[in-house]
């Protein structure tokens, strides 16, 4: 078995495997599909809204909820869907832009759905001749199932909360998962009032079914995408823990076999998420980058122990079952342009890159710059240099502090002074890969040469 990962240099031509580059005829296509959906849902809206209803007392404050609660409720659909791990959508588009995505409009619906609840309120108010805080009172515990949608608004809060940059950066991937797993359960607590108290649905009875379809699609395509896909993939592969073996300290390699592992359609730089099926492990999936190409029976993914799960996945047991999802990440050689490539890396961020640079055609020249605070600290480095030298490429080390050992333009340029005319590929911590990327802009390379990977969720 250990053969089989000793040369990476002999094993690289074997583990290529014809990953299809990606289309941008998927994306085009689901933008176009966004659209006309949102076209049908202002439709929807449009039914019950007249000039007369809008100039009754409350009608614009009605008119205006009514507005929010159809926008907010198909935002969040956008929102499932960007987060279903489509593949041809993953493809295209890249899992890292997708996260972007999700992330940038996830406060949307949220706002739309919170702006649903204050106009309702002022218009049934104004209706009724109530104040909005009676009038609110009256709603929560007098119609049907509003409590349970106010229950389930908490939770879409408290996800979206979640999200937010400065708690991303105070809880661990795992309390994160496990928050936002709630938040398909406000989904369907937040709008199970609509058919009992929606106008649109009491006064217009074949919106109903169009509206239940469509929901019941957005799930269909969720489910067999984050459920369906991935059990066929499993059922198939069978992966199994084959050996682990430390790197560097506190960094190890999980040699993972399987079955039909030469079917993969996989490029360097992609990553899977790992299910380990050990106590305390089995219940979440974990974001790891191949730090090989496959290399039939066998996967490779380099782990850092740095928390309680990490270091769990360090210490499993050969024989240890493995569920994955994926590939994921356009991170791969597709996303190159020029015949020069620069892959830069730091800490573990050098796993993604070792497979993609074994990924890479033949004729590409290559550069390769590594940064670790100790030399001790460099993972791979034996394989880097080779699959370097292999291509007569250049291979750079640059040991000890950032503030002394500077990653910056004018290094750059003094490393590689071809570096404006080339695709830069960079991967570590997000820190990492902002520096790098504001000193490559100042060193002549245009923003669209440079591709990232950051180690984040």
């Known amino acids: 078995m250990a053969s089989s990962l000793d040369n990476p240099v002999a094993a690289a031509t074997l583990a290529r495997r014809g990953a299809n580059a990606p289309s941008p005829v998927v994306a085009r296509a689901l933008l176009i599909l966004a ?7 202002l439709y929807l809206f449009s039914l019950t809204e007249s000039p007369a209803a809008l100039r009754s007392p409350g009608g614009l404050f009605t008119g205006l909820g009514r507005f929010f609660a159809f926008t907010g409720t198909y935002t969040m659909a956008i929102m499932v869907l960007l987060a279903a791990r489509l593949p041809g959508l993953e ?42 805080l009676h009038e609110f009172v009256t709603l929560l515990f007098h119609y049907p199932d509003v409590m349970a949608s106010a229950v389930g608004f908490s939770l879409l809060v408290l996800a979206g909360l979640s999200s937010h940059h400065v708690a991303r950066s105070k809880m661990n991937y795992e309390t994160w998962w496990i ?36 929901g019941v699609l957005v799930a269909a395509v969720a489910i067999s995408s984050r459920v369906g896909r991935p059990v066929m993939f499993n059922l198939r592969h069978q992966l199994r823990v084959a050996a682990i073996a430390e790197e560097t300290p506190g960094v190890y390699s999980m040699t993972i076999q399987g079955k039909h592992v030469e079917d993969l359609e996989v490029a360097g730089g992609q990553f899977f998420l790992w299910r380990f099926l050990a106590r305390d492990l089995w219940w979440h999936a974990h974001p ?63 796993t ?35 699959q370097v030298a292999a291509r007569a490429g250049k291979y750079h080390e640059l040991i000890g502090p950032r503030q002394k050992v500077r990653l910056d333009s004018r290094s750059l340029r003094s490393l590689i002074p071809s570096i404006g005319q080339n695709d830069v590929f960079i991967c570590g911590p997000v820190d990492f890969t902002n520096i790098v990327a504001t000193a490559l802009t100042k060193a002549g390379v245009p923003a669209g040469h440079v591709h990232r990977e950051e180690f984040s969720f």
């Open 179 to 214: 928050v936002h797993l709630y938040m398909y359960l406000g989904l369907g607590l937040a709008f199970a009032h609509q058919f009992r108290i929606g106008v649109v649905f009491l006064t217009h009875l074949g919106t109903r079914p169009v509206w239940i379809g469509a």
């Open 91 to 132: 493809r295209a588009v890249g899992h890292d832009r997708l996260v972007r995505w999700h992330r940038t409009i996830g406060g949307w619906p949220i706002a739309a759905i919170a702006l649903h609840i204050v106009f309702i309120t002022l218009g049934y108010a104004q209706t009724t001749s109530t104040g909005p």
């Open 352 to 386: 993604p890159l070792l497979a993609l640079l074994e990924d890479l055609d033949p004729g590409v020249e290559v550069s390769v710059i590594v940064r670790a605070s100790r030399t001790e600290d460099l993972i791979h480095r034996d394989e880097i240099a080779a």
């Open 288 to 350: 790891f980058s191949l730090s090989a190409m496959p290399r039939p029976p066998f996967l490779r993914v380099t782990v850092k122990a740095v928390g309680d799960a990490s270091a769990r996945i360090a210490r499993l047991p050969v024989g240890t079952r493995v569920l994955v999802e994926g590939p994921f990440g356009a991170f791969t050689r597709h996303k190159a342009r020029r015949r020069r490539v620069t892959l830069i890396g730091a800490g573990v961020g050098v």
């Open 35 to 41: 659209g006309v959906g949102l076209a049908g849902v």
